[in-house]
Antibody, heavy 122, light 112 residues
Framework: EVQVVESGGGLVQPGRSLRLSCTAS????????LSWVRQAPGKGLEWVGF??????????EYAASVKGRFTISRDDSKSIAYLQMDSLKTEDTDVYYC?????????????WGKGTTVTVSS | QSVLTQPPSVSAAPGQKVTISCSGS????????VSWYQQLPGTAPKLLIY???KRPSGIPDRFSGSKSGTSATLGITGLQTGDEADYYC?????????????FGTGTKITVL
């Protein structure tokens, strides 16, 4: 079964850091882009950023709201992607979804994890 | 504030047809392919439509997508109570004000 599973969420104080992990199974991890999407309670989806596969340079892109604070990385040997979140703000309190990206004619997200909750509060 | 605008809510009776619009600009929908996602209450989103009008395996043909200019539309025919969910469009965006990928504001479908 193709799936991605997030872990590492929890309660963290403003200004501190937290690292989320995304463990994939059921597919060749290194062939795909991995992205993170977040959602505040009762709100819409916000794309956080993604990392391309090594075949496409393994480069990253970020939403303007997190650029410079969040870093996405990947370890293809372990089928794990990471979201390093630094200088956290209360407005970063969200459910964070790990997702798999696909390239058809365009880019789309075809696999979603169940999400992990991050709460930023003093 | 998303750059893709959707109506906040749409409602219809079982068996009816509904459409959800997703309005953007030349920096996103106008020059990129659109996908649609369904989020049932309390669950993670799921891919419904990709590349404007293609359905992944397992998605019934009651769901359809289209695109014209800087707008896209999701259609659902034969509405069922199980279709009550939030629906989001998504596409690539080349402006610097958001992220390279953006979602719409979301539309809640209520089955009367």
């Amino acid at each position: 079964e193709v799936q991605v599973v997030e872990s590492g969420g929890g309660l963290v104080q403003p200004g501190r850091s937290l690292r989320l992990s995304c463990t994939a199974s059921g597919f060749t991890f290194g062939d795909y882009a991995l992205s993170w999407v977040r959602q505040a309670p009762g709100k819409g989806l916000e794309w956080v950023g993604f990392i391309r596969s090594k075949a496409y340079g393994g480069t990253t892109e970020y939403a303007a709201s997190v650029k410079g604070r969040f870093t996405i990385s990947r370890d293809d040997s372990k089928s794990i992607a990471y979201l390093q979140m630094d200088s956290l703000k209360t407005e970063d309190t969200d459910v964070y979804y790990c997702t798999r990206g696909q390239y058809g004619d365009g880019y789309y997200i075809d696999v979603w994890g169940k999400g992990t909750t991050v709460t930023v509060s003093s | 504030q998303s750059v893709l605008t959707q109506p906040p809510s749409v409602s219809a009776a079982p068996g009816q047809k509904v459409t959800i619009s997703c309005s953007g600009s030349s920096s996103n929908i106008g020059n990129n392919y659109v996908s649609w996602y369904q989020q049932l209450p309390g669950t993670a989103p799921k891919l419904l439509i990709y590349d404007n009008n293609k359905r992944p395996s397992g998605i019934p043909d009651r769901f359809s997508g289209s695109k014209s200019g800087t707008s896209a539309t999701l259609g659902i025919t034969g509405l069922q109570t199980g279709d009550e969910a939030d629906y989001y469009c998504g596409t690539w965006d080349s402006s610097l004000s958001s992220g390279p990928y953006v979602f719409g504001t979301g539309t809640k479908i209520t089955v009367l």
